[in-house]
Each structure stands twice: as C-alpha cells, then as structure tokens.
C-alpha cells in the first residue's frame, strides 16, 4: 500500500515538475505582432514605410512644421478663440517659454525613429525574403534616409542645435540622453548621407501608382532637400547644381505630359512666353478667369496629378473623407487656418497684409506695379472675411474680366474633413532657392568688372523670380510687374527674392525659416526684426529688444526634455518657464 | 501501474477467500440509549480506509440485522448526539448501548485550535507572524452590510477610505501604508475567499479606479456568508501568497455546514441611508448678485455684466426661466432605502453537510433614480466518501443590476445657476410644464464651456439609462485524501486538490436622448451604447501537507509543498451610435455608427510553494517558507520570482520559570519575521517589440513600432522586517499586541517612466527605479468578556492605533525632474515635490493674510502721516513692506505695489494687487508674490489612526459601538477652494456671500473677479488647508434575542430585533463635507468634492426556525 502511494507522489511529483512552464507562461497579443514574428517580408517594410509617412501626417508633425517655419512671421496673426490654445498665443506674442507644449520634438523623432528602424532591420528582411531584391532595399533606405533628413532639417532650423542620431532606439537600456549636435555639423551628415543614397532611390513611380511621385520621397524631393541644405550651408553651387537636377527633371515629367495630354485638354500658347521656360501650372481657366494653379496645388483638383506632378516634389497626401478611408484628414489647417464652421482658424493674416493689398504703393510684400492682378492677393487669404485661404478651401475663381478682379471663393472644408494635402517643396520653392543661391554669388560694387560678372547672375536669378510672378499675373494680356532695372544690385535682388518667397509661399510653413536663414547668413537679425515687428502693434520695443539675440529666433528646448536629459543645455535666450530667480537662491 | 494494481486485487481475493470460509457474514442486535431502545441509529461496516461498506438503519426497536463482508473491517454504531461507538466484528450479536456524546464533561480535551486559512493549519497559539483575527460569531446579530464596514477601525494598521457614497463603490484599503506608488499596482490589500484568489484578467483593465471598482465587488461577498476574517500584515504572512500578497492579504472563511437537522434561518434588514449636505450653496437672488459684480469688477463696466439670463428683466423671452431659487442639491438627492433579505439552510448527516444561502437586496441610492438589486447565493456541499477521502463542491453566484446615473448629478447640482428653473415654466404664468429646462443653445455666449453644458441633473437621472449587470459564477471542487495517518500520533499526509472556475460577464446598456442636449442633430444626440465583457478564470491548487508524528511530543512539525496554475481569457465589445429615432433606446434601433471596438486579454501564472513549521516544546516556534511566481509579465530572463520568509516565535510564558507569573501573565510571546514579496506590473508583452497598424497612408497599409522593449524589468520587490508582542493577561482575558515592522520597497516599480523623446518614444511603460521604506508601528488590544458582573453582564472592549511613516530612500533624479512640477502662477495649481528622505503627501502653498481692505490708488493719495497711521492701525493696502514692517517706497517716494510674478522682460503674470484681492505674506520681501514665498504647509499623513469600540451585554440586550480616528493629517480642500473662487459660472457657497465687495470691508473673502486670469485670489494657500482629524462613529448598534423559551410555542428557536446607524456623527474641525479623503500617489491628499458616505440607519431582524 505504502508503495503505492509513494508511487502515487513521486508521478504528482514529476507531473509538476514537468510541467513545462516556460511554453505555458508564453503568451502573444492579439492586436499587435510581436518583433519575433516581423520582419519577414517584404510588406512589413513597406507597412513601416507607410508608418513613417502616416507619422509624419500627425497632426502635431504638421502644427509644428507651421508654428516653427511661419507662424513667429509677419504672416500670421491673432484669429479666433486664440485663448483656447494658450501656448500658441504665447508664440504669436513672442512670449516662447521651455513649458510652451509646441516646443516638444517629439513626434518628430518618432518619424525618425520609425525610419532608422526600417533601415536597421529591412536588410534583414531582403536576406530571407527572395522577393524583395537588394534594388528595392536601396531604393527603400533611399527613401527613409530622405524622410529622417527631411525631420532633422525641420529641428535644425527650428532649434539649431538637436541630438542626432541614425541608430534605431528599441530598447530601453540605449544610451538616449544625448547632447545637442551643432547645426553645422547636423547639416553636414545630412548632406553626406543624403549624398551617399541619392542615385538609390526611386526616380519615377509607375503610373499606377499616381500619388506616390509626389507622396512619396522621389530622387527629385531628395534633390531639392539637397538643394536648400547647401544653401544653408553656403555652398551656393552646389544648390545651383541640385536645383537644376530637380527643374530639369520636372521639365521632363512637363514635357511627356503635354506629349500624352489628350484631346479635351488646353494647351496655352502663351505658357513658355508666361513661364521663361519652367513648367510651371497655368493660372488661367478660361480667358479672364483664373485660379486654375490653385486648384490644382492646393484645392480639389486632385484627378490632375499629372498635373501637379510637374510642379509638386514632395507633399503628404490627406484625405477629406477620413472616416471612409481609414487615412487622416489635414487636422492641423483645419484647426489653424479654419474650416465651414469656423471660417477662421485659430490664426489669420495680421492686418497690415490687408493693407497691403489696397495700397498701390510703398507695399511691403506685393510689387507695387501689380494693381491687383496678382493672384495670390486672393489665394493666400481672403480680404473680405480676413482668413487665411489657402489649403481651406477646396476652389475658386478670379474673374479678371473688370478692372479690379473679383472673387468667388468656392466652399471650404468640411469641419474635422480638410483633405489638403501638405506641400513640403514644390517647383517654385526650388526656382527661388536657385534664385537665391545666384543673389548670393553676386557681388557688391558697380565697376565694370563686377557688373559684368553679375549680369547673367542677375539674368538668370531675375528670369527665375518673374517666372514665378508671371504665372500668377491675372491678366490675359500680360503686362510685366516686375522690371529687371529695378533689381541691378545684389541687394536689390535678394530683396526681390525674399519678397518674392513671401508672395509664393506664404502659409506654407517657410517664412521664418527664410528669415533665420537670412540671419545666419548676414550674423544679424535686423532684416527679421523688421519682418517681424511689421504685425505687432503693441510691446513692439520689447519684442524687438528680445529677438536681437541670435539665440531667440530659435526656439527653447523643451522643460521635460531638459529634466531628463543632463546633456541638453538650454538655449540662453529663453526662460525655462520657472521663475529665474530660483537660481539665485539656489 | 496497472499490472501492480491487478496483483495487488488478486493477492487481496486470494486472501479473503482463504479467511472467510470459518467468519461471520452477517450480525444483529441492538441499539439503544438510558432512554431505551434508538430509531435511526445508523449501524456500517468500515474498511481500513475509513469507507463505509456496508451499512443498516436499526428499526423502531432499535434492532438491526446486517450483512458483513469482511470480518476483518470494524462496526460503527452512531446516532446524532450520541458518542460513536466502533469495535472489531469478533461476534454475531452486539447489544449497544450508546451514551449522550454531550455528558462526557469529565475527560479533558486537550484540543487546539487550528489556523484556518491557506498555508499550514498551525495552532492559533503557534502562530509567528503579524496576523489578526475577526470571527464575525462577533458580529453576529449586527446589521454589517459589507465585509469592510466589519473591518472599519478593527484592524490596527488598516486604514480604510470610503471611496464615494455612490452605490456599489466600495473603499480603498491601504494596510500599513502604500508599498508602491505605480498605479498600475492594486495598492488594495488582496481579497482571497476560502484560499481562492480573484485574479482580474483583462490587461487594459488594470488602471486604479477600475481596480477599486473590482476590490469592491469582492467586497460585495455576503457578510453572512462569512465565518471568519483574517488579516495577514507582514511579509512572514503573506509570503505564501507571493508576489500577489504585497500589499498585505485579508482572507476570508466562508460559512459551511454543520452537522444535524436542516436548520433554516432569514434575515431581514432595513436601512435608510441619507447623505451629508456639507457647504451650503447660494440662492438664485444671491447669485446673481454675484454674478453681476463678478463681470462688473474686471472691466468695471456695466456692459460686462449685462447678461440678460441674469437681469430679471421680463421682456426677456426665457424670463420666467431666470427668476427662480432653485435648490439644485436638494433636487437630486433623497433618502435611499436598502433592503436586505437573507434565508440560509443548513445541516447534514454524517456522509454530508450542506449549507445553502442566499440573499436578495434592494436598494435605491441616496441621488435619485440610482437602484442597486443584487441577488447572491452560495452553495457549500462537503461529502465523506470515507474518513479519508472527503469531497466538497462551492458553488456561487451573484447577480447585481445597477441603474446609474449618466452624469455626476451632484457635482453639476452643485455648479448649476440657481436661478433656473428645473421645469420649463410657461412664459405668460410663469407655472411649471412637465418638460425639463435645458440653457438654450442661443442663450448668452459667457455660458459657453460651463453652464450650456451641464445637463439638467433631474432631467438626466430620469431621462436617461445607465444600467449595468454582471453575473459572476463560481464552482468549486475540492477533493482532500488523507494518504497515510488520520490522528496525531501517525505520520500524516493529506492532498488536497482544488479546481476553481470564475465566470464574470457583464453588460452596459446607454441611452443619453436628445431632450439632455440642445445641440444640432448631427453632432450626436440620442446616443446608444451597448458593452459587454466576459471573462474566464480557470485555477488548480495541488496542496500535498506532511506532518511528521514524533515520538519524543516535545518535537511537532508539518510542511507543506503546492503547485498553483492561473489561466484566464477575456473578451470585451462595444458599440456606440448616435443619432437614433426619439424613443429608441437600444443600440438596435437605428443610427449613426460611432465606435465599434472590441478587447482580449489573457493572463497565466504559475506557483510552487512551500512552507514549513517546527515548534520544540510548543514555545519555540519556527516558521519558514518559500514561493516562486511565475509570470507571464516578465522576459524570460526575469520570469521567475522567489519570495522567501522566515519567521520564528518564543512564547515566554509557558516556560517554567514563568510559572508564578502565569495566573495574571497568560501569554507573552515575542515574534521576530523577516520576508520578502514581490510586484509584478499591470501589463502583458512588456518585454518584446510590438508593431502594430495605424493609419493608411495613401494606399498603403500602414504599420508602427509600438514600443521601447524593456530589456531587463525585473521584480519589486518589498522587504519587510517585523517585530511583535503579543501579551495576554488574566486566562486571555485582556489581549494585547504590539507591531514594529519596517518594510523596503526596492527596485520600485516607476510607471510611465520619462526617456529623452529622441528616442522616438516619450516614455517607457515601467522601470526599476528607487527605493521607499514605510517604518510604523501598531498596538491593539482586544478583551475576552473582560469585566462580567453576574451571569447577564459583561463587558468587552477593543482599541487599536497605529502609524506609518513613509520615505523616499532613493530615486532616479530624472524622475524627480519630471515628477516636480515647474510652477505655472496659474489658481488651483498644486505645487508636487517629491524629494529624497522626506515622506511623500507634502502640501506647499502661500501663506493666507486675509484680503486687501484698500486700492492701491487710494493708499498713494495719502500724506506720509497718513499712511503711518493707516498702517498703524492694522489696515492693508496692496503696498511692499520690508521684514520690519515698513514701507518701501521708489525714486518718486510712491509706494511700490505689490505684484504677482513679476518679471522685467513681461514674461510673468506681472499682476498688480488691488483692494479685494487676496494678501499673501511676501516671505521674502521682495515686493511681489512669487514662487519664492510658497511654503510648507503640512503633511497629509496622518500621525496616528485607529480605532476603538465598546460591546455591553446584559442578558438578552448587547449594544456595541465602534469609532475609528485619525489625527495629525491635513488636507487641501479644493472642493472649498472651487465654491469661493467666484471666477466663473458656478453657483458658490454661501461663504462667498461676505465677499469684499467696496473699501474698508473687513473679511477673509476676497472680490468676485470673472475670469481665470483676472486675479489670483485661488492660488493654493493655506486658506485651504485645513486639518483633517476627526473621529467618526463607525457604528452604534442595539440588540435584542427573544427568549427561547417564549418562542417554542410557535416553533422558532430564535427571535433577535436591532437597530443601527451607521456613521451617524463625526467630530472634526474640517470644513468639508468628509475628511475621509486619503493621499493617493505622489499627491497631498486633496478633497475634490467626492460623494461623501452616506449615513444609514438600520433596523433588522433575525429568525430561525
């Protein structure tokens, strides 16, 4: 009996110790793949990619990309219920503090992180998985490398010096707690590592695909990346020699258009006359009717992307129905610049830009020779309602017919549903860097020998600029508004192409960049200050007294950031938020 | 196996039948008592192992005739109260007489009484660690709702907080202080019932309040199921329950049968409960006077404050909905009746007990329509197949039906204008219509964000539905084989194998109908919501118990080894609509799709235990133990925990040289325990990357790294170190026990810890960082009839008190950054510091100097001797002194203001104190208040907590009282702080109603100021900071047993009437409405204007049949 039992212990014994526990204590989630099951195909790399673009989409991605390239410019000013978003009101009065929340960096480093993850492990993946081939692996890293340089140069510009890094951040014991690179080194490793992948990535997207050309990061977009580090960088040539890559590939993609355009569509005879020679979008609708461009770039016109192809290099692709799409509508424009509910956002134009428009002359951003036929005086904003119009609004039409052109605004988007797609660098962008990079090989002095030097400078620099005014000259018998006499100097025409960006870009995220550009170049911020002083109308001493130092046209490291991060030093210009007189008594 | 066990059946045939050819195959006689020949008694015959093989029923003259199939097997004979007579089978014929198993008063019974929990059935008197005891035979008789209202003040250590007084809330326990401070991890003590714990399996459902929602309903398990309550406090106690004990354990000892004639027994209870009023709220007329002067002051202008809802103007359209003095309080609340009914049968035989309960209650809420009905049973069966082998099946099941509130009534109630009108009031008579008033959509825009969106509480709690059922099943089958020896003198080895399944579904139905709002269709009116959620637990306990028989009785020991295995799933799904025709209610019906999601989880673990005890000479005791967890939680470098324990007792008393000390010393013993327990986080899949979708990008599908893998997380792990006293005197009359216990939490498991968000990532779900002692110490005393005068009364006492203290040791210094937050100037925000070596729950404020009597204006009009006399006459102006009082004055000899954050570069608030603004001491004289002058202003711990009660009987009478206390801790009363802000809508207390509303007004009320930032009147001072000491009286409670001899004529045997109240009066200095409000976190404790618990009274009956 006795043994039995002792039988019967020992098998308890052993059904225990058998058990095997470490299979049974091994569970997997449902609704999320774990690393040990990715990472075998193909379509995760691509799902990652698709991640990174759709991380990009996010709207605090693009609030910030706004709130850094613009919205501290002549720009922007107050709109309604500003009070609701307390931080973005300090911004707009020049009163940035280390606790103000568009300070945070951070998803932009998520964007980062999720391209130095595809590029760690996507090798990986080409090893095991025969059908993707060692082309389309470059051609992806190609790819993420652009889209990380992209985010490092928004940092850059927004906070000049940043932590970078190109290693992928998976586990928790990585050393993270990294100290600002400086900007000059930042915008050097960019360079040679966009330098090392450029002829990798893809050129043209098959036709199948119509909105990865520009959805997408193309040789073209990492071309014109290029083109604008080098002219951070001063490297003046070298921005020439990439602007020209990107303006004779979009030639070409113009050229095989018009080959293929059918029948039903119009062919305007007076483009090249109209253009110099750029394939720019035709403004014109109907004869007197214009705001054909704006349609296509910014409004509804999405079916004509063979259209838009030629002149947008990169944008990210939203969608006005989001709910159906599973993609996500621009939330940012929505919020910023307004919607059908609230026509106007939680900023507009500051006043003097309206003024600016009923003026006929001493203007400070429109030619004074343009009397109201410039397009982008109702493109950019609307004078009547005084909001902010671009992207808002899905079409309209300006009836040039009279004297004084009118405008009928078409409806604007739907509230929570703006499918504008973000333009990150389109043609004109890159004409008027190539145009700056020319202004600034020109040189000062009026002997003969520096004048001829700088006459085909001046030349080729005044073509690209007018190009870009011309096309939106909204009058069927073209009248020039800029005159190449006014601009013989290497300040009148770098006057010319600031002035010019201002008009072409504006709400695109780019004028403050411009002007810290400027600063850095000429090592003084007057040129800002100005710029910038033009939309205050009270406190403007104090503003002005703040922004002399070089260090505050950038913008504070955030307080959370600077908690846990021992090696981050915070920009001296600005407060962390806390009472400074801390440290006196500390 | 199986040729063994054929030999073995073989050899066992061949042996009977060689045997049996000359034995007896059958026996008679008879069976009687003094009183003669027994009916019924029961005749078996008994195999070796205790199994009945073969059995007879003796007839009405108490003869019997039975077959025999062995000879070798042994007759039982036995009746119900007769002593059990068993002998060998050496003859045919048995003449038995039985004797009353109740007269056999001579032979002394040497018996211990036995720990009945789930570790070792250790001798009460042997027990080594920080546990106590609760035999609910005390309560019985009394009206305890629920197993924590027992608890209430009776534990030394356990501080119990009433949560809300909404129904089905619960209490948050917290046993010797928080041990961690992650959220993640239930800080409640763990709730086991019958050595079965409830394992909550959902992975997203593991955040705080829903924890303290499922603590509750633990909670919920009826009181009269409950025979006894076991506190476990130290490590040495809880390590058996591993990492799951950390926070001490409360086990709980349901009720099972007992033997004899079905006994059937009901309960009823009726209560009414009400609750506390707390502040009183300012009238319509009062509060628009305030209104008005709240617009008019910032902008001095009577455009601001020209609000047509507050005017009383009749050409007004909505007049007639303006003009009133509504008492929106009053309106949503109301006495709350529970009915409790309880009916239990229990009994059995020999082979079986039974015990069936089951209990049906009633309740409705304190706030209108809110109804809880909850109906509970519980079947405990326990069958002997043989003396060593019993079987015993649980089985249980609740039912609970919850009508909600959709809103927090009272808190709108609390904040909605009084001077609308509940009812929409005809226009031209100015009567009620029977349609609810909502603020129109058009009404004034300064309404916005605040009053247009509190709903009409009536309206709500009529209109809309809230309801939520669970049913929660529990079978139960334990099956305990005792292997070898039966009694104390033989080696003893017992099995005991459980299987225990938990079913828990539960459903959520909503409808929130258009009448609530007035917003425009399409953004979501008549919204629908249905959820459920079902969850499956399956648990196995194998539990193999040895206890070595020693020759030498001074030696006794007894070990213990389990195996425990977790599994579970859940799965949960919702789905929201919007926009469904008027009328429909359910999710059926129609409309817009708002949100469909649904939810899985899963949970396993794995534990071994084993536990041992030895004690020489019943006085030097040793206990040791040892358990390892596993868990799903960790990688599998970490999986396994191990939480040893040890702990070891000497009972001074019972040595000999003790022996003159022993008439009045009972029992002095001193236990010393050392353990160690472990946390685990919340969560599942920390330690591996996860991807999961997100949105599409174009066409593509679009997926994302989900995390930071933690590539070493390990355990927290909790060392504590206790040291006890446990005194007794006079026969264990007056008991006495003292706890020192200090206890470590390193490797503390730190939530949402902050990383550099370069890394791609702003947090990391968890890491081990820093280290927190809690060091305390407790003392209760507990009588046994401690003072008896005559055979009707006596007297009983318990008293209880304790203190724990809590330290920060060390800690990440990034997460203290991150932790302390940078000021902000703002009102109503607390400063959090968190710093080394000092206990958490800190409060830090302004100091509080009253209001500014005069304008700044008017102070700098005045001639110098002017001032000198004004200041000397104690009047205020908002002007900079120096530390001696005097004035400071500029180049131009003004009088430099006082201002609030004032920078030179605009960046502050730069505010510029005014009359009726509130004076805060300028710590530093620096001329303006900033965050320079904040201060310490208490702690929220309190110094001392506990409880006492007193039980009086005399005869059939028995009233007994219990209070709890707490002294020494202070609380931030922002509930207070929100009634007097007068910076909004909000209806406010009456306090606000002596404002400082012109020059020269004395009073510690500041202006009405509209607007957040148009003063700085709420900044966290010491004007709400108030002490929160009270004394609460749990519970008074006077009984009544009906004689047993008046009953028998109508065949009852018990008859028992009492009346309670429960929480009826408190003692306290604070302000609020209840100072029951604990620290939770790294906050001080902060009263946000909870529901307070209600205050019940209760009359009850109890009879048995």
Redesign the interface.
């Known amino acids: 009996m006795k043994r039995?039992?002792s039988?019967?212990?020992g098998a308890?014994c052993t059904c225990?110790g058998l058990?095997s526990?470490?299979d049974?204590?091994?569970?997997?989630?449902?609704?999320?793949?774990?690393?040990?099951r990715?990472w075998n195909e193909k379509a995760?790399v691509?799902?990652?990619?698709?991640?990174c673009?759709?991380?990009m989409?996010e709207e605090g991605v693009i609030k910030r990309m706004m709130v850094w390239g613009e919205f501290r410019s002549d720009n922007i000013g107050v709109g309604r219920n500003i009070t609701s978003d307390n931080n973005l009101e300090k911004v707009l009065k020049e009163?940035i503090?280390a606790?103000n929340s568009y300070t945070?960096?951070?998803d932009f480093?998520?964007v980062?992180?999720?391209c130095?993850?595809v590029i760690k492990y996507a090798p990986g993946v080409a090893a095991v998985d025969p059908a993707y081939t060692q082309s389309e692996l470059q051609a992806n890293i190609a790819e993420m490398v652009g889209l990380r340089s992209l985010c490092y140069f928004y940092l850059i510009r927004a906070f000049r010096d940043?932590?970078y890094?190109t290693v992928a951040?998976?586990?928790?014991?990585?050393t993270?707690?990294?100290p600002a690179t400086k900007f000059d080194d930042v915008v050097d490793s960019l360079i040679v590592s966009l330098e090392q992948v450029k002829d990798q990535a893809v050129k043209r997207y098959p036709v199948t695909?119509p909105?990865?050309q520009t959805?997408?990061i193309t040789q073209d977009a990492i071309h014109a990346l290029l083109c604008e580090l080098y002219l951070w960088k001063k490297d003046y040539q070298n921005c020439i020699r990439y602007a020209d890559l990107v303006i004779a590939s979009k030639k070409l993609i113009a050229e095989e258009n018009r080959l293929s355009q059918t029948s039903g569509r119009t062919i305007n005879n007076d483009q090249d006359e109209r253009f110099n020679g750029y394939p720019l979008i035709n403004n014109m609708i109907t004869s007197g009717y214009y705001g054909n461009a704006y349609e296509t770039l910014f409004g509804s016109d999405r079916a004509n992307y063979e259209d838009y192809n030629q002149e947008i290099i990169f944008q990210l692709?939203f969608d006005d129905s989001p709910r159906e799409?599973?993609?996500?509508a621009n939330g940012a424009v929505n919020s910023f610049y307004g919607n059908a509910s609230n026509s106007m956002g939680l900023v507009a134009p500051p006043d003097f830009i309206f003024d600016d428009i009923d003026k006929t002359s001493s203007r400070s951003i429109f030619a004074d020779r343009n009397k109201k036929y410039d397009a982008r005086m109702y493109t950019n904003c609307n004078s009547s309602e005084k909001t902010i119009n671009k992207y808002t609004t899905r079409t309209l039409e300006i009836n040039a017919t009279t004297t004084t052109p009118s405008v009928d605004y078409g409806a604007l988007y739907t509230e929570g549903q703006n499918g504008s797609n973000w333009i990150i660098y389109r043609l004109t962008d890159i004409m008027l860097l190539k145009a700056e990079a020319l202004s600034q090989q020109l040189r000062e002095g009026s002997d003969q020998e520096t004048v001829n030097y700088n006459k085909p400078l001046l030349e080729e620099a005044f073509n690209l600029v007018n190009a870009v005014n011309k096309r939106s000259v909204c009058q069927s018998q073209l009248v020039d508004t800029l005159l190449r006499s006014d601009y013989g100097t290497k300040s009148q025409m770098e006057n010319l192409v600031m002035q010019e960006r201002q008009r072409e870009l504006m709400y695109e995220g780019k004028r403050w960049f411009d002007l810290v550009r400027l600063s850095q170049r000429t090592g003084s911020t007057q040129t800002l200050i100005q710029a910038a002083m033009r939309k205050v109308t009270t406190?403007g001493d104090?503003i002005a007294n703040?922004l002399t130092k070089m260090d505050a046209i950038y913008w504070p490291y955030n307080?959370?950031?600077i908690?846990?991060?021992?090696n981050?030093k915070q920009n001296p210009a600005f407060?962390?938020?806390?009472?400074?007189?801390?440290e006196k008594?500390k | 196996m199986r040729i063994l066990k054929s030999i073995i059946i073989i050899l066992a045939l061949t042996v009977a039948t060689a045997v049996g050819a000359q034995t007896i195959t059958s026996v008679h006689g008879t069976v009687s008592d003094d009183m003669g020949p027994l009916m019924g008694a029961t005749v078996c015959e008994i195999d070796g192992n205790g199994r009945i093989i073969e059995s007879a029923i003796t007839d009405m003259t108490g003869n019997f005739t039975m077959r025999v199939r062995n000879p070798k097997d042994k007759i039982r004979f036995s009746y119900v109260g007769m002593k059990t007579v068993t002998l060998p089978i050496n003859r045919t014929t048995f003449k038995i007489s039985m004797q009353n198993a109740t007269t056999l008063t001579d032979v002394v019974v040497k018996s211990k009484k036995r720990v009945t929990g789930n570790g070792l059935p250790i001798p009460q008197r042997e027990v080594a660690n920080a546990t106590q005891t609760l035999s609910m035979q005390e309560f019985e008789g009394l009206a305890i709702t629920t197993i924590d209202e027992a608890l209430q003040g009776r534990i030394a250590g356990l501080d119990i907080v009433g949560n809300s007084g909404d129904l089905g809330s619960g209490s948050t326990m917290r046993l010797r202080g928080a041990s961690s401070l992650s959220s993640l991890v239930d800080a409640n003590p763990l709730i086991v019932v019958d050595g079965n714990v409830r394992q909550v399996s959902l992975d997203n459902f593991d955040i705080a309040s829903a924890n303290n929602e499922k603590f509750a309903e633990l909670l919920n398990i009826n009181p009269e199921d409950i025979s006894d309550i076991r506190v476990l406090k130290d490590a040495a106690a809880t390590a058996i329950y591993g990492s799951l004990g950390g926070n001490g354990v409360i086990e709980l000892t349901t009720k099972r049968g007992v033997r004899g004639k079905p006994r059937l027994s009901y309960q009823l209870r009726l209560t009414g409960t009400y609750q506390p009023k707390g502040y009183s709220l300012l009238s319509g007329d009062d509060y628009t006077m305030l209104l008005k002067e709240s617009y008019f002051n910032p902008e001095q202008s009577d455009a601001a404050a020209n609000i047509p809802e507050l005017n009383y103007d009749p050409s007004f359209s909505e007049y007639e909905q303006y003009n009133n003095n509504t008492d929106w309080r009053d309106a949503v609340t109301q006495w709350g009746l529970r009915q409790n009914h309880y009916v239990s049968v229990q009994g059995g035989g020999e082979k079986a007990t039974f015990r069936i309960g089951a209990g049906f209650d009633h309740e409705t809420g304190t706030m209108i329509e809110q109804k809880l009905q909850r109906f509970s049973t519980r079947v405990a069966l326990d069958y002997n197949v043989s003396e060593r082998i019993r079987v015993s099946t649980n089985f249980s099941l609740t039912y609970t039906k919850n009508d909600r509130n959709s809103d927090g009534l009272l808190d709108i109630a609390m904040k909605k204008m009084p001077n609308m009108t509940i009812y929409e009031q005809d226009p031209v008579t100015g009567e009620n219509t029977s349609a609810y008033y909502t603020m129109l959509q058009s009404g004034s825009s300064v309404f916005n964000g605040n009053q247009k969106d509190y709903v009409n509480p009536v309206a709500s709690a009529k209109l809309a539905k809230n309801e939520q059922r669970t049913y929660d099943m529990q079978p139960e089958l334990i099956i305990q084989y005792q292997l070898l020896g039966m009694d104390d003198d033989h080696w003893q080895l017992n099995w005991r194998g459980q299987v225990l399944t938990n079913i828990n579904n539960g459903y959520n139905d909503r409808y929130y109908p258009q009448e609530l709002k007035t917003v425009t269709w399409d953004s979501g009116v008549n919204t629908t919501s249905t959820s459920s959620s079902k969850s499956v637990t399956f648990n196995t306990k194998q539990t193999l118990t040895l206890i070595p028989a020693f020759k030498n009785k001074d030696h006794s020991a007894m070990m213990l080894a389990r195996f425990e295995l977790n599994s579970g799933s859940s799965t949960g799904q919702s789905e929201d609509k919007s926009g469904a025709p008027s009328g429909i209610s359910s999710t059926q019906g129609g409309g817009q799709i708002k949100n469909l999601s649904s939810s899985y989880g899963q949970s396993r673990s794995m534990y071994y235990t084993v536990s041992a005890h030895y004690a020489y000479k019943g006085r030097y005791i040793l206990d040791a133990s040892l358990r390892a967890d596993g868990t799903t939680k960790f990688g599998p470098n970490n999986r396994w925990g191990y939480f040893p324990s040890a702990s070891a007792k000497w009972i001074i008393s019972d040595e000999p040289w003790m022996k003159p000390a022993q008439k009045v010393l009972s029992m002095l013993a001193v236990r010393p325990s050392w353990g160690r327990v472990g946390h685990q986080p919340g969560p599942n899949y920390l330690y591996t990357s996860k991807y999961s979708s997100t949105n599409k990008y174009i066409d593509m599908m679009a997926m994302k790294p989900n995390n930071i893998r933690l590539t070493n997380l390990k355990w927290e792990i909790v060392m504590s170190y206790n040291l006890g006293f446990d005194i007794g005197f006079f026969n264990d009359r007056l008991n006495l026990t003292i706890e020192g216990y200090s206890q470590t939490t390193s490797d503390m498991l730190m939530q949402n810890f902050r990383i550099p968000s370069n890394a791609g990532f702003a947090d990391v779900p968890y890491r081990n960082s820093g280290k927190m002692r809690n060091t305390g110490w407790e003392f209760h005393i507990n009588t046994n009839r401690l003072i008896t005068v005559g055979k009707k009364f006596w007297f009983d006492m318990n008293a209880n008190f304790g203190n724990n203290r809590n330290e920060i040791l060390e800690m990440d210094e990034n997460v203290l950054n991150d932790l302390n937050s940078v000021y902000g100037f703002s009102n109503d925000e607390t400063l959090r510091r968190v710093q080394l070596h000092n206990p958490l729950g800190a409060i830090y404020g302004f100091r509080y100097k009253g209001v500014y009597q005069y304008n700044y204006s008017t102070f700098n009009r005045m001639t110098p001797e002017e001032r000198a006399r004004f200041m000397a006459e104690g009047k205020t102006a908002p002007v900079a002194t120096n530390a001696d009082g005097s004035l400071i004055v500029d180049g131009q000899g003004n009088p430099v203001r006082m201002m609030f954050n004032y920078t030179n570069d605009a960046s502050g608030r730069n505010y510029r104190f005014n009359g009726g603004d509130a004076i805060y001491e300028d710590i530093n004289h620096d001329g303006q208040i900033n965050a320079l002058d904040i201060v310490y202003l208490g702690s929220s711990l309190p110094k001392l907590t506990g409880g006492f009660g007193f039980t009086f009987n005399y005869g059939p009478w028995r009233l007994s009282t219990q209070f709890t206390y707490r002294v020494g801790n202070k609380i931030l009363n922002r509930a207070r702080l929100h009634a007097e802000a007068m910076i909004g809508n909000d209806n406010q207390s009456q306090a606000v109603n002596y404002r400082w509303r012109k020059e020269g007004d004395i009073t510690p009320i500041p202006r009405a100021m509209y607007g957040s930032n148009s003063n700085y009147n709420t900044l966290i001072s010491d004007r709400f900071v108030e002490n929160g000491s009270y004394l609460r009286m749990g519970y008074a409670q006077i009984s009544y047993a009906i004689n047993r001899k008046y009953l028998k004529w109508i065949g009852l045997n018990r008859i028992s009437l009492y009346a309670s109240a429960n929480n009826p009066f408190i003692f306290t200095k604070y302000s609020g409405v209840d100072p029951d409000i604990a620290s939770g976190g790294w906050d001080p404790a902060i009263d946000n204007a909870q529901t307070p618990r209600s205050r019940s009274y209760t009359l009850g009956i109890t009879v048995d049949f």
């Open positions: 039995i039992y039988i019967m212990i308890a225990f058990t526990c470490a049974f204590l091994e569970i997997e989630p449902l609704n999320e793949i774990i690393m040990e990715f995760d691509d799902g990652i990619i698709a991640g673009y759709s991380g989409q009163n503090d606790k945070s960096w951070k480093y998520t980062i992180n999720r130095n993850i940043v932590p890094s951040f998976t586990d928790d014991d990585q993270m707690d990294l695909k909105l990865y959805g997408r692709i799409s599973n993609m996500i406190g104090l703040k307080n959370d950031e908690k846990i991060n021992k981050l407060s962390s938020g806390e009472d400074e007189s801390y008594t």
